[in-house]
């Protein structure tokens, strides 16, 4: 069964520095989503990309974040100047259209910021 | 505002015993409702979509509109079914799934 890739698995990255979180959605699907979850919290969305742009965001999701698909297989995550609430595990989904067809989650990156 | 509520941050039973997960929702509209399931160490993956209406490792769940609830449940719990579950609304016109909190589950033996 086809599966959403993420790397890498686990991040440590110091505070202040950019971090990029890669993603190869499952290849026909055609919606990318990114999700968080903080240490003991709920699954939170982030963003969501279809035709080469940002469909929704969330308020979480700030200057500081930003959204790619540099090829037609990578979709990446950046955050340009991590603090240490960012800190959490990042999850990206796809899913083949926009109505109620389940999204597939990747596996996640931990992303921890010192 | 759409919000996802698991009253239940752990639950334990034991093998064999019933099992009941409970969702409740807040959504103006039609809701659209998932339940998905986290193994030790692994991805979210679906469980179950209520318009599916189907039994998926003999777990079902209903929704019910009277009571704003999207409950999982199992008849005989079995000791792979330990895991972390989430409910989530899907939200059309955001494109986006509204998780609950997750519940732990652990079966004992």
């Known amino acids: 069964e086809p599966e959403v890739t993420q790397t890498p698995s686990h991040q440590v990255t110091q505070m202040g520095q950019e971090v990029i979180l890669r993603c190869v959605p499952i290849s026909n699907h055609l919606y990318f989503y990114w999700y968080r979850q903080i240490l003991g919290q709920k699954v939170e969305f982030l963003v969501s990309?279809?035709?080469?742009?940002?469909?929704?965001k969330s308020e979480i999701f700030d200057d500081q974040f930003s959204v790619e698909r540099p090829d037609g297989s990578n979709f990446t995550l950046k955050i340009r100047s991590t603090k240490l609430e960012d800190s959490a595990m990042y999850f990206c989904?796809?899913?083949?259209?926009?109505?109620?067809?389940?999204?597939?989650f990747g596996d996640g990156t931990r992303l921890s910021i010192l | 505002a759409q919000r996802v509520t698991q009253p239940e941050k752990l639950l334990s039973v034991f093998k064999g015993a019933p099992v009941e997960l409970k969702c409740n929702y807040s959504?103006?509209?039609?809701?659209?409702l998932f339940w998905y399931v986290q193994y030790s160490r692994q991805r979210l993956q679906l469980l179950l979509r209520?318009?599916s209406r189907e039994s998926i490792k003999g777990f079902t769940a209903d929704l019910n509109k009277g009571e704003t609830s999207f409950h999982l449940k199992k008849p005989f719990a079995q000791e792979e079914d330990s895991a972390m579950y989430y409910c989530a609304l899907w939200l059309r016109g955001a494109q986006k799934l509204v998780f609950g909190q997750g519940t732990r589950l652990t079966i004992n033996p």
């Open positions: 959504y103006s509209g039609s809701p659209e």
């Open positions: 990309f279809y035709n080469n742009e940002i469909s929704e």
């Open positions: 209520h318009i």
């Open positions: 989904a796809s899913s083949a259209d926009r109505t109620n067809q389940p999204q597939h």
